[in-house]
Structures are given as structure tokens and as C-alpha cells.
């Protein structure tokens, strides 16, 4: 086994070596033959010009990785010290202040954004604007507004401003020296030691990440909203802010912004992470009937068949019948209790009716495989990707399966021209995959007329043309061996020959492989070999709406749990023979439907099934938030999974089991997918989301060693009741208090030694809480 452990590097900037401005290349290359350089040998390109950096008007939430407190969260958060990161560790410091006039290096390692924490009541309704740059960053006597040169392209760029008095800005904004203690990088880090056995999934360490810190600690209960402001064109007014008192305000470019609740301590107990990790503990210990499977509460061993259908996961539903009756029927979605039989290999239904069970015993139906049936074919007809996908399939397969019908029919085997080379009489041989294939080669066509022109074609209908027909003929007699079949039945019976059937997949595959590969964009598609146009009904999942995988989620997932769950294999083979439905019109179609479903789907015999899941609803799924996933058009496929794997976002380690795939179903409930039964998953929270802030409510700080650990005699520094760290307020508005980091700094390191930087790594990780992790074993689940 190996023992992993989780850390988090603290860096005080990543600054990128170009700067975010316009640049111009220019080339020149001068040819020398004595020595000395010639007017007339020297040659220069035209100049290129470079932009750099990240638009200066916003910050789109792609770039977010994480914010605290969450956006519409509410708690104790008067404490802690909101903050924002960024999956660009770069993006603080792309920007350089240039303030005139000044000198004074240091100016370089500053941030161009700061991040301000305003209470409701602080600013009026006509302090936000929105519209075009060019508009709000017009010069006025009573405001000050940025000093910014706008282009051509920027001045028409939409923007929000927000207008702070003079006395909050004085308040919210750090001192210029200060600015660079607000803002650092994380790097999330995993140690291992021993030897891994196998048995563990190897732990990616997720990408560094900017984060930047608000110096005000949002104390007073009621709503807040968070700006992520640009300080480029300010230099000035940062280096001489407003008189105190003074009617000027300054109007300041908002990046990015949120809202939270602050409560009142007295109706909060303990901290948000720490509240739901216990109830998460809690509900793992309750032994309710449900024993952390995904079923309604019940008696362990259900007598009454109401019950035992409780029991195995099945749900209520209200059913209308054909005749027009309301009566109640049992629903089970594709997640259920526990390990189910693998489904059967089956002809694949035509319509939801085929796929209807009526339980005697109830005098009801069980609906679940007719609603897998239907959401199938619904999902591929209201998304245009996969319909144009499926039928592109149907063609081709209807194609291969005409031509090797219409090649080996018997009015056609006799021919000089079969190009499959079977032979006449007897029963007809099925020919190789490759055979099939050249029926539909392009320029098949082409190359028969002229081999059937060589051979006398042209001879033979001009003879016939100047024939005169002779009145009274006698009916064309039957060819020898009795009644020849249309050429529907002819294929109909070439599709019912297992002989046929396996050259048929064989061809179909390699001509849609190919396809795939030469138009990657049509199917999701990758190289012939990889198989990445596949479909996979189980990561398609993530576009059937939450309520079809989680019908009454209240009872069978009540808040604060956590529920293991298997796939039903049954459920998936419905699900994916109502996708193939689409198009589905002959009778060749529907028997084409069987070999299209062994060849488009992950697995040779049908959907592949992941072994477990885990369903996760708790609070804490809003602290840990995952990134965007990338945008796509393609369809999930076995190869391409619906987003970056939470291993890497949300600090997951799985032991025993490979993560599959997953899903957020609201914003508080996770969904996990595994190959198989884990035999335990780590929760923690990532290095973006760690929480920066006092020790409690009280206002103390216990200083950390340089492990992270605190030492046998800690010190405490008060920081709560006293003007020694917290600045003093100039306006009557202010609610909260705004952290002075440079006193603060001074006794950390004086307390710790002379070796402390005193830098923003240094009072990141004092502040900064220790992860909430949490370890969810299945064995405790059963």
C-alpha cells in the first residue's frame, strides 16, 4: 500500500514573464560578405503586434475555480476572510501597475486586482452602473475614475463600475505596500511513501491556483457582496486617496462579483464544514432501515411486498393506463440498492409497450424499463448532435446491409459482375468483412457500368432495342429452383444468419471508425483504433434529468447523507434500445437494430455497467465546488467523460476503485461514479477552497509551526477587541473590520524568529484552517 499525504505549497505570485500589454515584433537580418553590413543586404519583415493578458473590464466565471464564503451561502463567516481563486495562477499579476512618476520596484510584484467586501447598506442603488466603457470612465469633478487609454475595440467593451465615497475607500482599499500581502498562489501537493500495490487510483495533484484575499472580515450580520476590483489607472489615487470627509467618490471597475449572508454567531453552533461533517458521520452510524443504500427507510427484512419494493429501491409513481385510468405504478431508476444480475442479452425492444412488466402479485406495472425506453429515444431526438449522429449510423448500416442483399441475391450470383466472388447454386457463403465493404467504396458504380460495358452491356441492349416484340409471348419463366424472394425477405433472411451478422458488425465498425476519424466533430470521434465515437449509455446518465436517476430524493437521500448504489444493467439495455428506436422504420431497420447496438455502444454485448456510485448531499458541496467543465458538443462517449474528474477538484482519493466519471444533480448533492466497489473514498476539502480566517468568533489567532503543527506552548495573538491589527473606521457606514497586516506581520515573525519572511506566504499560512476531510467506507453502509 501506499501512504499518501496531502500538502499545499504557498507562493507570493507567479508573475508571467509578458506582462498583459501590446507588443510589437520586428525581425531584421542583415547579410555580410567583408565584414562590414550593406544597406542593400539587409532585409526587415513587417512588424507583427502581440497582445497579452486577460480582458481589463472582467473576469468570466470560467476562470473561478472557488469562492468563499460560496456565492448564496449564509454562516458564521464574520471570522474569516472572504477570498476568491483563480484557475490561472497567473491572472493577478498579469497587469502591472504603472503609477507616474514613481520608482519604487516593488510596484512590480503588486497585484492589479484587489478583492472588497461591501455590506448592503453601504452603497446606494445608484452606485453599480453597467454599460459601455467608454460611457462610465468619463472624467468628472466629483468622481475619480480610472486613467486608462481605451482602444477602439475596449471602449465599446461592457463593464460594471461601482462607486465608493471617499471615507469607504479609504477604509476597504489596502495601503500601496500592503497590496502584495492579499494575494498568492496555492499548489496542492501529494507525498507519497512505500510501495503502491495496485490496489490505490495514483492521486494527480490538481493545477496551482491565484487566490486573492479580501482584508476586511464581514462581521455584521446581513447580506455582503464581494467585487473583484481593478486597480490599473488608480496608481494615483492609491498613492493620495481622497480627504477624509470629502464628497469625491471613485469609481472602480467591478471584475467579478458575489453575494453571501453573514449570521449572527448566537444562532449558528460551530463552524458550516465542521457542522456537516458530523451529520455526515451521524447519518453513516443511523441505522434507519436504510443502512446508506439508496432506498426508502424500512424493516431490514420487509414481509410486505409494498415494502420489500421500498426496500429494493422502487418508487411510487402515478401511471395512466391506454384506456385512460389513473392508477399507480413502481418506477426504479438506473441507481439501486444493491449488486443486481447482469441483464440477459435480449432482442432490443421496438417501443416502450415491449418493455412494460406487470406484477401480478400488486395488480400494477413496473414502469422502469418503458421510462429508460422512452427517455432513450427522447434524448436523442431533442439533441440535434445525436440524432444526426444515430441516423448517419442507421444509413450506413442500411447501406452495407442492402448491398450484401442485393450482391448475394439469386437472380444476381450468376453474374460475371458479383464483386464478392460467391459462387452460384447452394446456399450462399458469407463473405469477408472487407467484401462487404467494397459494395460501397466509392466509385463502385462507376467501375461495374464500365467492367459490364467491357463485357458486352452495350451490345446486348442495343440488340434487344431493335427486337421486335412478338405479340402473344409466353411469360418469362421462373429461374430454376422455384420461386425467387424479393430482395426485402432476401435480406431480411441475410440478417437472421448468424453467419452474416458478425461480418455485417465487422464492416459497420471499421466504416464508422473511419468515419469518426476523418470528421472527429460528427461523433464525437478520434482515430480509427481508439473507438472514441462509441457511445456510452452510462456517461450519457449525465443528460437525463435528476429527477428519472433520483425519484423522491427527500426520502431515499435525505440532506446530510451519503448513499452507495449500483447500476442496473437492465435499466441501461432500455435506455440504450430507446436511443437506437430513432429511425427505426422498416423491418430492416428493426433488425439492424441488434447489430447496431453491439457495434456503437462501449461494450461487444451491449452498454458497459460501472460497478458502484456514491451520492453525496451536504453543504459541503458547495464549499467544494468543481470547475466548469469544458464546453462540448460531442456526446458523452466511453473514452471522452462528462468533465475533469473530481479527484483532482474536489481533493478525492479513492482507494480500491477508479473514478469514473461524475456529476453535480443540484448544488448540493454529488454524484460519483466507480468502476467498482471502493473500499474507501477520502473527502477533503482542495487547497482552493481552505478557509482563511481567526481561530473562532473570539478573535484569536494560535500560531503554526513551519509543519503546519502547533506547538507545545502556542501563542495566541488577540486580534478581535483591539486597534493594534484592525484598522480604525473613518466612515459611519462601515460595517465589518479591516485586517492591518503589516502590524499583524511584525509579531508573527518576531514570535516564530528572525528566519520568517514577512510576506504573503507567511500570513496565508497562518490564517489559513486546517482541511475538513472525511472518510466514507462502504463497509459501513451495508
Excluded at 498583459?20 to 525581425?27: D, K, R
Excluded at 426508502?296 to 427484512?301: A, F, K, M
Excluded at 444526426?388 to 439469386?410: C, E, K
Aim: hydrophobic content about 35%; overall charge negative.
Amino acid at each position: 500500500m501506499t501512504d499518501r499525504k496531502a500538502g499545499v505549497g504557498l507562493y507570493t505570485g507567479w508573475r508571467p514573464a509578458l506582462r498583459g500589454a501590446e507588443y510589437t515584433v520586428s525581425a531584421t537580418h542583415t547579410v555580410t560578405r567583408t565584414g562590414e553590413s550593406s544597406p542593400l543586404w539587409t532585409f526587415r519583415s513587417p512588424d507583427q503586434t502581440l497582445v497579452t493578458g486577460t480582458p481589463r473590464f472582467s473576469v468570466s466565471g470560467a476562470d473561478v475555480c472557488g469562492c468563499f464564503p460560496p456565492p448564496g451561502g449564509s454562516g458564521e463567516y464574520g471570522y474569516l476572510l472572504p477570498f476568491v481563486s483563480f484557475g490561472d495562477p497567473y491572472l493577478p499579476w498579469e497587469h502591472e501597475l504603472l503609477p507616474g512618476g514613481h520608482t519604487d520596484p516593488t510596484w512590480a510584484e503588486r497585484p492589479w486586482m484587489a478583492l472588497l467586501v461591501i455590506a448592503e447598506d453601504e452603497l446606494d442603488a445608484g452606485d453599480i452602473h453597467t454599460g459601455k466603457a467608454v460611457d462610465l470612465l468619463k472624467s468628472s469633478s466629483d468622481t475619480r475614475v480610472p486613467d486608462l487609454e481605451l482602444g477602439d475595440g475596449s471602449a465599446q467593451t461592457s463593464c460594471t463600475v461601482i462607486d465608493l465615497p471617499a471615507d469607504l475607500y479609504r477604509d476597504l482599499l489596502p495601503a500601496p505596500e500592503e497590496l502584495h500581502l492579499w494575494a498568492h498562489v496555492r499548489e496542492p501537493r501529494e507525498k507519497s511513501t512505500g510501495q503502491d500495490d495496485g490496489t490505490q487510483d495514483a492521486v494527480h495533484a490538481p493545477p496551482a491556483t491565484a487566490t486573492l484575499v479580501a482584508a476586511r472580515f464581514p462581521r455584521t450580520p446581513g447580506r455582503h457582496t464581494a467585487h473583484v476590483v481593478s486597480l490599473a489607472g488608480h496608481e494615483g489615487t492609491l498613492t493620495s486617496p481622497p480627504p477624509a470627509g470629502s464628497t469625491v467618490k471613485v469609481r472602480m471597475v467591478s471584475l467579478f462579483s458575489w453575494t453571501f449572508t453573514t449570521l449572527d454567531p448566537a444562532e449558528v453552533k460551530g463552524r458550516d464544514d465542521d457542522r456537516a461533517i458530523t451529520a455526515l458521520r451521524e447519518d453513516l452510524q443511523r441505522k434507519d432501515g436504510s443502512h446508506g443504500r439508496l432506498r426508502v427507510p424500512g424493516p431490514e427484512n420487509p414481509a410486505d411486498p409494498v415494502e420489500a419494493r421500498l426496500y429494493a429501491g422502487y418508487s411510487p409513481v402515478r401511471h395512466r393506463l391506454v384506456t385512460g385510468e389513473q392508477t399507480l405504478a413502481w418506477y426504479r431508476g438506473p441507481f439501486v440498492p444493491g449488486p443486481t444480475e447482469p441483464a440477459p442479452e435480449h432482442t432490443p425492444y421496438a417501443c416502450a409497450d415491449e418493455a412494460l412488466i406487470y406484477v401480478k402479485g400488486d395488480g400494477v406495472f413496473d414502469i422502469s424499463l418503458a421510462a429508460a425506453f422512452n427517455l432513450g429515444a427522447q434524448l436523442v431526438m431533442c439533441r440535434n448532435d445525436l440524432f444526426d449522429t444515430m441516423l448517419t449510423w442507421r444509413h450506413t448500416a442500411g447501406a452495407l446491409a442492402r448491398a450484401a442483399a442485393l450482391a448475394t441475391h439469386p437472380q444476381s450470383v450468376a453474374r460475371p459482375l458479383n464483386p464478392l466472388g460467391t459462387r452460384s447454386g447452394g446456399p450462399v457463403p458469407p463473405p469477408r468483412a472487407e467484401g462487404i465493404r467494397r459494395l460501397t467504396a466509392p466509385q463502385r458504380l462507376r467501375t461495374a457500368f464500365d467492367a459490364a460495358m467491357v463485357d458486352g452491356l452495350g451490345v446486348r441492349l442495343t440488340d434487344r432495342l431493335h427486337t421486335t416484340p412478338v405479340a402473344g409471348t409466353a411469360a418469362r419463366p421462373e429461374p430454376t429452383g422455384g420461386s425467387t424472394a424479393s430482395v426485402p425477405k432476401h435480406l431480411a433472411t441475410l440478417l437472421a444468419d448468424p453467419g452474416w451478422r458478425e461480418p455485417l458488425r465487422q464492416a459497420l465498425s471499421a466504416d464508422l471508425a473511419a468515419a469518426a476519424s476523418a470528421h472527429p466533430d460528427a461523433a464525437g470521434g478520434g482515430p480509427a483504433g481508439s473507438q472514441t465515437w462509441q457511445w456510452d449509455p452510462a456517461a450519457m446518465l449525465a443528460l437525463v434529468p435528476t429527477w428519472y436517476l433520483l425519484p423522491l430524493p427527500d426520502a431515499v437521500l435525505p440532506p446530510d447523507s451519503a448513499r452507495f448504489f449500483h447500476i442496473d444493467g437492465h435499466w441501461l439495455n432500455a435506455f440504450a434500445d430507446g436511443m437506437l428506436s430513432v429511425g427505426a422504420h422498416t423491418h430492416a431497420d428493426i433488425q439492424l437494430t441488434d447489430l447496431l447496438k453491439k457495434v456503437v455502444f462501449s461494450s461487444g454485448d451491449g452498454p458497459g455497467i460501472p460497478g458502484c456510485g456514491l451520492l453525496l448531499r451536504s453543504p459541503l458541496v458547495r464549499s467544494w465546488p468543481p470547475a466548469p467543465a469544458p464546453h462540448s458538443t460531442a456526446p458523452p462517449t466511453s473514452a471522452t467523460p462528462t468533465g475533469p474528474g473530481p479527484g483532482k477538484q474536489l481533493g478525492l482519493t479513492v482507494e480500491g476503485a477508479a473514478l469514473t466519471s461524475w456529476r453535480l444533480l443540484s448544488a448540493e448533492t454529488l454524484l460519483l461514479l466507480f468502476d467498482r466497489t471502493p473500499t474507501v473514498v477520502h473527502l477533503r476539502q482542495p487547497a482552493h477552497v481552505l478557509e482563511l480566517g481567526l481561530d473562532s468568533a473570539e478573535g484569536g489567532l494560535t500560531l503554526r509551526n513551519a509543519d503546519g503543527g502547533v506547538p507545545a506552548n502556542p501563542t495566541t495573538l488577540k486580534v478581535f477587541g483591539t486597534d493594534t491589527y484592525v484598522r480604525p473606521s473613518t466612515s459611519t457606514r462601515r460595517r465589518g473590520q479591516v485586517l492591518e497586516p503589516g502590524p499583524l506581520l511584525d509579531d508573527i515573525c518576531a514570535h516564530l524568529g528572525t528566519g520568517t519572511a514577512r510576506n504573503s506566504e507567511t500570513l496565508a499560512f497562518q490564517l489559513l484552517h486546517v482541511p475538513v476531510q472525511l472518510d466514507i467506507t462502504p463497509g459501513e453502509t451495508r
